[in-house]
């Protein structure tokens, strides 16, 4: 069974960038698509993103337009999730998803905030 450990959350001012990471425990992003949800306090989970095998990627938050980006590093097994330009808005747990394999991970924490 696949496992998936994002990190690289953290407490970061507005205007600020973090860059998320989700590692698998096997090869699994070249195969399937992964997607990025995040949970701000007191809501429900959202679709942030999604990064097909092919190398594509779809981001449907129009907040997140531009201002996030997906890459993934096939030698690590990891997929990352750049986020600039932050906002208050943006705080919430962030976790990456393989929906091909039923997949979670145990969340990453950012908290934006001056």
């Known amino acids: 069974q696949v496992q998936l450990v994002e990190s690289g959350g953290g407490l970061v001012q507005p205007g600020g960038s973090l860059r998320l990471s989700c590692a698998a425990s096997g090869s699994i992003f070249s195969i399937y698509g992964m997607n990025w949800y995040r949970q701000a306090p007191g809501k429900q989970r959202e679709l942030v993103a999604t990064l097909l095998a092919s190398g594509g990627h779809i981001n449907y938050l129009d907040s997140g337009e531009g201002r996030f980006t997906l890459s993934r590093d096939n030698a690590k097994n990891t997929v990352y999730l750049q986020m600039n330009s932050l906002k208050p808005e943006d705080t919430a747990v962030y976790y990456c998803?393989?929906?091909?394999?039923?997949?979670w991970g145990q969340g990453t924490l950012v908290t934006v905030s001056s």
């Open positions: 998803n393989v929906p091909a394999l039923d997949a």
